[in-house]
């Protein structure tokens, strides 16, 4: 079986990654995001919508292995690109080894 996140997630987070600092209360964690804030366009039967808004994906075995958990997340600061941030939302992406291992969206706003 393929391990997705040693053998995909890794490669491509150490090509399209950028490091990231994510606040939660007062402590601050190192991760390697992939930045998703760029308003992203969707033709659908001729029908053009945007997204709903900013989002930076992260690989789900970084997030625990700083012992952040998803109730972590939400409201925490996540810095990156020269932009702060607030996580509004999160949403797991998974991966076919198991959510556990897999992608999260973090969904972001502006501050």
Known sequence: MI???????????????VAATLTVVTSEFG???IDET????????AVETRSVGPTAMVRMT???ANGLAPKDYVG???TFNGRNWMVRSH????????EDV??????????
């Open 3 to 17: 391990n997705f996140d040693d053998n995909c997630f890794a490669p491509a987070f150490g090509e399209l990654g």
């Open 31 to 33: 991760l390697t995001v």
């Open 102 to 111: 897999g992608l999260v969206r973090l969904f972001l706003k502006a501050i």
């Open 76 to 78: 925490a600061a996540i």
């Open 38 to 45: 760029r308003r992203k366009t969707q033709t659908s039967s």
């Open 62 to 64: 970084e997030l625990t």
């Open 91 to 98: 949403e797991p992406q998974g991966s076919p080894n198991g």
